[in-house]
């Protein structure tokens, strides 16, 4: 199996999504439906159908995400000229562009941490919160809410829990997160799939990058996975894999159609 299927099928597996959402699958669409307007839980995963019956697919996408931003992911095992035209037909804009990228574990060189730095898996909740206060460091996202008790708790459960399938290590330095990174386990497919690494702005150029790389594919030797891949944005984090030796595959998109909100009157 070629790594641009098996980079597609570890979005098929939705084990981690929060139990606010509910899962349609069926062997031509697969998709996620939440209450909350978050893109990444109302999103398009699979689509195996012709062309002609893509309107009537998105259609029934459309109801299900009204009023919340939908997003599809479209990849080479689904990209079609049908598939686009549908799309822009419901109004959905291309927004992001990803390669994908691959590893072999067993080729890696690993990097060690910079003095002073530490890499640990996230085994406390001192450590989820670390990781979760360095990507948010990280991605400049002041916007994004806080974790609530129970989010907290299951984050901390899946990475501990026995037979884990969920990997994620914090960088610190005296005292405090520099950095993180996660990933997850499919091990029908003996891959990992790599997701959030990530070095705060001030902590960055010194190999904290790829100290919390060799921690992760460390991990994944571990574990007995021959490979670890992700998708990397185009332009952003594309150049920075690829100097870890990734290597470049196909091309991933996100397909976005916006939210539809009623205007609320000014209440003043």
Partial sequence: ???????????????????????????????????????????????RAPDPELPRLFDEVAAAHAGRTSRVLVVPGNRTDGLIETLQGHDYRLTHEHGAFSLNVSAYEPREAPPGVVVRPVRTRQDVEGAYEAARRAFDNDTTPERTEDELREHLRRCTMPGARVVRVVAWERGKPVGSGGFTIYPKLKFGFLWAGCVVPEARGRGIYSAVLTARVREAQRRGLHQVGLYARLGTSAPIVEKQGFVRHGRMEYWDHAAERKRIPNSQ
């Fill in 1 to 47: 199996m070629d790594v641009d299927a098996i980079l597609e099928q570890t979005q098929w597996d939705t084990f981690w999504m929060p139990p606010d959402c509910r899962i349609i699958d069926r062997p031509e669409l697969q998709y996620s439906v939440c209450a909350r307007d978050v893109e990444s839980l109302n999103i398009v995963t699979r689509i």
